[in-house]
């Protein structure tokens, strides 16, 4: 069995011994990213302690796994902006009918067991609160569920990878990053002026994405998602059809229409 089908395969057990885990960190902002680290250290690296209340098979207590936790949300890299963004606030919000359908869409998508194997293509209109989202969905499946994940913002990684043809450096450890990552979430995608160039960088992460049936999530500002009818602000136009066909198979797309919470957060 590969590492992504027992990823999918993967069950809740050791989420429903282990999702105190959040109770147990100190979640801060460190250069721009948001990051945790353990309240409490171990009296025994990690090896049953006494202290804890229950202990795996293989001996490690809950400080290990708490402990293992955290290093997983440090390296999905989630931007400061999003400290607040928890399941937990996503649940309690009030909005549009379209996003409270997405967010209950994806708090199951969550909660589910296995995990499934198609991630979620989230397209919406500038503000509407896609990012929070996703940063969401990675706190959750990083420190409830211990699966690595990452937080790519597209435009931005296009800039690294420029950057590093410039200097002449290579580029792959950028690509492997995004390739490796259990679930990898990006970000803001389309909104980077469309060139051949764009169109095959794209289209390399997605196939590799693909073929490694690796989960995939996806937020946009195009509209259409994965329709087969085109317009010339289409997400499917964009992306071109390659990708889209790999897309159909590879995720849910999920309207989120509503209004810029940026523009209503200047109201007094």
């Known amino acids: 069995m590969t590492t992504r089908q027992q990823l999918h395969r993967t069950t809740l057990s050791d989420h429903k011994v282990w999702g105190i885990a959040e109770q147990k960190l100190r979640i801060f902002i460190h250069q721009g990213n948001v990051k945790a680290e353990a309240r409490e250290s171990c009296p025994n690296q990690g090896y049953y302690c006494g202290q804890c ?9 809950q400080h290990r796994i708490i402990l293992q936790r955290a290093r997983l949300f440090n390296k999905a890299t989630i931007p400061s902006r999003f400290i607040n963004a928890t399941m937990g606030a996503l649940r309690q919000q ?7 359908k997405a967010i209950t869409w994806i708090d199951k998508w969550c909660q589910l067991d296995p ?3 198609k991630g979620i293509l989230l397209s919406g209109p500038h503000g509407a609160g896609k990012s929070f989202v996703m940063a969401a969905v990675i706190r959750w499946l990083t420190l409830q569920r211990g699966i690595s994940c990452l937080f790519a913002i597209f435009g931005l990684f296009l800039m690294k990878v420029k950057q ?3 200097t002449g450096e290579n580029d792959y450890e950028l690509f492997e990053n995004l390739f490796n990552a259990d679930v990898l979430i ?5 909104s980077s002026r469309n060139s051949e160039w764009t169109n095959d960088v794209f289209k390399t992460i997605i196939a590799r994405r693909y073929n490694d049936c690796a989960i995939t999530f996806l937020t946009t500002n195009l509209s259409g998602g994965l329709s087969e009818e085109k317009n010339e602000n289409d997400f499917s136009l964009w992306a071109g059809s390659h990708s889209t066909s790999r897309l159909n198979e590879m995720s849910y797309w999920l309207t989120f229409d ?3 919470r940026r523009r209503l957060s200047q109201k007094i």
């Open 94 to 100: 009030k909005s549009t009918p379209s996003i409270m």
């Open 258 to 260: 509503g209004p810029d």
């Open 164 to 166: 590093r043809y410039n």
């Open 186 to 190: 990006l970000d803001d995608v389309g």
């Open 53 to 61: 209340p229950t202990s795996l098979s293989n001996g490690f207590c």
């Open 115 to 117: 995990l499934p194997q």
